[in-house]
């Protein structure tokens, strides 16, 4: 391989791991949601402070009316009386299926092992290509002395 593919290799995985870091940041700055209890959610449907819920099998996230503030919970698998409490008190409800995952999600999931494993072989193939320093006897031993 030529040293004009290498520096095209290294600057693309230079330019996705700074979007990486990019993508890792903005997630971590932006506003974090209440984490409820479910009892705390119970109460607050029941005294009309829920404006909207995304169910999503066992995870619920909102608004609450006041200041808007955004939420998160964990909901029982079957518990029907919650629905029916989410319709009385006129809580929009949205549910969403959480059967699979994006391509998205996938990639961004693979991609620290794909690089572990470029690594690897990128060593493995320098190794036998003999990188390496070919007297590394005669180098520790001037290190020893």
Known sequence: MNSAVKNIIFWALMVVLTLLVWAVVRNASAERPLDLTFSEFVNDVNSDSVAEVTISGTDASGTLRKNN???KTAIPANY???YKTLTEKNVSVTFKDDSGGNVISWVMNGLPL???LGLWIFFMRSKQRGWYPKNYS???E???Q
């Open 69 to 71: 503030a955004k939420f």
């Open 80 to 82: 029907p009386d919650l």
């Open 114 to 116: 794909l690089l572990l």
């Open 138 to 140: 005669k180098h520790l």
């Open 142 to 144: 001037l290190l020893e």
